[in-house]
Structure formats: structure tokens, C-alpha cells
Nanobody, 117 residues
Framework: QVQLVESGGGLVQAGGSLRLSCAASGNISSKNAMGWYRQAPGKQRELVATITSGDSTNYADSVKGRFTISRDNAKNTVYLQMNSLKPEDTAVYYC???????????WGQGTQVTVSS
């Protein structure tokens, strides 16, 4: 069983920064693809950033140049550094992991990010 626990969300003014963390625990035997997604009220969940098992990264156009995804393999943790935050970044942010061996996806419970104007 795999568990993902996000932290680091909160309320910040426009132009500010936050760093989200997602710690994975459980039966993790390999380096897995991980990512951050977000869902704003009344909208579908959307991809924010991903990092593959080979450490290749991908970003949504809306966050390129402002957000950075990274990982600490020793801690089984993935981070999302968010700079120059905008009110439209307000959403619940979810961490996702896809187990390389099985392809099984796991989701965290989400953390709220609110950016005030």
C-alpha cells in the first residue's frame, strides 16, 4: 500500500511564493513518475507539472517559468516550488505517483493553495 501526503499549502498574496511537498510512504521499491495536479472550484483537475523516473520534467504552459518540480529520492519526496503566484493559481493541489513496475496510480488527499489579489 502506498500513501502520499501533501503539505505546504496556504494563503499567500499575489506575487508571493509557496513550496509544496509530497511525501510517499509504503511499498515503494523503485523510482517512480510523480506529478502535481490542481483543481479549482467548478473546474476539472489539470496537470501542473510532472517528473519522470528519469527526472525529465514537464509543465503546463500556465506555470512555465514560475513553478519548478523536483524530487529527493532519499526521502521519497517530490516538491513544487511556486513563485510569482497569481490569483488564478488558487486551487486544491494534488500529488500523484505512478508506480513504474505496475503502472498503478496513487493520489494524495490534496492541499489548498489560495492566492489573494
Amino acid at each position: 500500500q502506498v500513501q502520499l501526503v501533501e503539505s505546504g499549502g496556504g494563503l499567500v498574496q499575489a506575487g508571493g511564493s509557496l513550496r509544496l511537498s509530497c511525501a510517499a510512504s509504503g511499498n515503494i521499491s523503485s523510482k517512480n513518475a510523480m506529478g502535481w495536479y490542481r483543481q479549482a472550484p467548478g473546474k476539472q483537475r489539470e496537470l501542473v507539472a510532472t517528473i519522470t523516473s528519469g527526472d525529465s520534467t514537464n509543465y503546463a504552459d500556465s506555470v512555465k517559468g514560475r513553478f519548478t518540480i523536483s524530487r529527493d529520492n532519499a526521502k521519497n519526496t517530490v516538491y513544487l516550488q511556486m513563485n510569482s503566484l497569481k490569483p488564478e493559481d488558487t486551487a486544491v493541489y494534488y500529488c500523484k505517483m505512478v508506480v513504474t513496475i505496475t503502472g498503478a496510480p496513487y493520489w494524495g488527499q490534496g492541499t489548498q493553495v489560495t492566492v489573494s489579489s
